[in-house]
C-alpha cells in the first residue's frame, strides 16, 4: 500500500478503507491491482454517490441550519467567543479594580484573617457578575 501510495498518490487510508469495504484489489503478496481499485473508487451507481439525492439532502441540513439560527437554538461560534472575551475582559477589570486599587489602602495593616474576608468578598462579586444572565447577553 505504501509502493501504491508513493507511485500513485493514492493515500494509504484510502487504500485501507476500499479493502475494509471489500475491494478486491489487494491480494496475498500485499500487492495492490491499480485498475481494480481504480474502479472500486470511482465506481458508479451501484454504490457510488448519489449526487442529486446529495444536493437535495446538502440543501435540507443548510435550511435546517438556518431555521436554528433564526429560532435562536443556533448560535454562531464567533459570537461565543466574542461574548466569552468581554465576559471574561469584565472579571478581570473588576478584578483588577478589587486587588490594585480599592483593597490595597483598606487591608493596610490588617490581620490577614480580616484580609482574606475582604479578598473572599471580592472574589465573590467576580463570581456574582459571572453568573448574571445579563453578563453574556447580546
Wanted: proline share 4%.
Amino acid at each position: 500500500m505504501q509502493a501504491c501510495e508513493a507511485a500513485t498518490g493514492i493515500p494509504k487510508s484510502a487504500q485501507q478503507q476500499a479493502k475494509r469495504a471489500g475491494c478486491d484489489a489487494f491480494d496475498a503478496g500485499n500487492r495492490v491491482h491499480l485498475e481494480k481499485l481504480l474502479r472500486f473508487l470511482f465506481r458508479g451507481e451501484d454504490g457510488g454517490t448519489n449526487w442529486p439525492d446529495r444536493l437535495k439532502r446538502a440543501q435540507a441540513l443548510i435550511a435546517e441550519k438556518e431555521l436554528a439560527q433564526m429560532e435562536g437554538d443556533l448560535v454562531e461560534i464567533a459570537a461565543v467567543h466574542e461574548q466569552q472575551s468581554q465576559c471574561v475582559a469584565r472579571a478581570v477589570a473588576v478584578l483588577t479594580q478589587k486587588f490594585e486599587t480599592e483593597l490595597p489602602p483598606k487591608e493596610d495593616g490588617m490581620p490577614a484573617a480580616r484580609i482574606a474576608e475582604l479578598n473572599r468578598a471580592a472574589l465573590d462579586e467576580v463570581r456574582a457578575i459571572l453568573a448574571k444572565r445579563e453578563t453574556y447577553a447580546a
